[in-house]
């Protein structure tokens, strides 16, 4: 694959040279070397036990994709914790239709264009097809409840993101994402993922919080357990609205942490002294601990980054579940009614932040307020001379087809809205019949943190534009690519030098003028 044309690097064959300046920043492509690590259990002082940039160094491993799901059946697997720290061990729960499975952890990122490096490798497991899930009628969760495969140690695992692969014997394969977190993230940019709403949406098993096995919203779960696979390939929403940021900072090589909104949730410590905290592209649930963890960091001093739309909307609630990491996602939705904590407990009851009986709208941290859906429109630069858009040779006015999507926030003036706040860009659209605008926007708070949504959910999968990484991309081309990538290289750089106000230009408060209130 061509350089111009590789997933993450910057630039492409036809983006306009006159109007995009300098795109040929970071890492070159080249030929990736192949994977020296040996199946069985991971060294703890060898391919492992390594400094973050002799880790980036390394060789990648380019078979890490997936070439053949098969169908359901054919394997899935899940692990008992959505995160762990390196050296924790991790059970991995797997049913297969196949005699036997290997597992394969890939730790994502840059890796010479690579994409991923493989550290550990198992030998061949018996397979077995595991027992059918199970429902709770009273939240309609879905549980699978099946027995342990294998136990993964993790000791001499870099910190970072890592795509567990499942290979059947058969060909077929699914993703099991897991997250060896950061303990530490003070000087480093905090990497934030979303695994709470990656359950939120999963069907596997025929429920999500979206709708039941019918289809009908009526029959949906109104909480969700990790003790299940997620659907599709098994790791979609991770690959869709994450994996491309993660690279993307690798690349970077900026000091990196990584940690999830649960481990957040119970204990913010990886926010202390953070330069940055990074949510990534689809981030909606959220527990009120989490959301007042993060707003105390913005507080401190750390710079917050928004790389999507709907983020922070709906207020979650963590409970003890039957599994062995003990969590299951509550929110009730438009039955909050018939939440255990109302009406004793408001701030707690699952619904959307900005809605009774404890209104709180997601604005006064994110700068932006969650409008509508489905949306499919242009993005329109605003403020061309902000400094988010050195090097990327924009005019005001200027538009990328289709980068406003699927989901959207705006400005929203009447709402709690931080004062010194700058609209960057400014999109017309109309959604469900309704015409109304997407914002990005970038606001300072004394502490001198500075904090930027994207506004629109395409943010992240626009990285990727055009190279067909994702067997998608919302007809987005290289050009919107290059102008992405610039744009958030551009922002995570400022970010990672600590608070943005001592540092760069002040933002111009211009929502009231933009929006004439």
Known sequence: MASARHPLHPGGSDVSRRRFLCLCAGAGLGAAACDHTHAGRPSRTGEGARLPDAERDAPGSPDWRITSTGPPEAIAGYADRVSVTPGEECGLFVSTTAASFRVSAYRVGWYGGALARRVWSSPPVRGRVQRAPRIEP???TVRAGWGRALTLDTAGWPEGAYLLRLDADTGHQRYVPLIVRSVRGAGRTVLLHAPATWQA????????????ASGAYAARSLAVGFD??????????????EWAAVVLAERLRIPLAYSTGIDVHDDPAVLAGAACVVCLGHDEYWTPEQRAHVTRARDAGSNIVFLGANTCFRRIRL????????RTVVCYKSDYRADPCYPSRPALVTTDFRAGPAPDPE?????????????????????????????TGVRSGDAFPHLVGVEYDRVTPASPTPRLLEITAHSPLVSAGRPSHSDSAYYTVPSGAGVFATGTMRWVEALVAGTGELGRDHRMDARTRAFVTRTTENLLRAFAEGPAARHRPAPHANAHEVYRT
């Open 363 to 391: 604005s006064s941290l994110t700068g932006v307020l969650y409008e509508g859906y489905p949306v499919d429109a242009p993005y329109v630069v605003h403020a061309a001379g902000h400094w988010l858009h050195d090097g």
């Open 228 to 241: 299940r696979p997620y659907d599709a390939d098994g790791a979609e929403k991770f690959r869709v609205y």
């Open 319 to 326: 409970r003890p579940g039957p599994d062995p990491a003990g």
């Open 201 to 212: 949406y999963n069907r596997w098993g025929g429920a999500s919080l979206y709708a039941g």
């Open 138 to 140: 009273e939240t309609r």
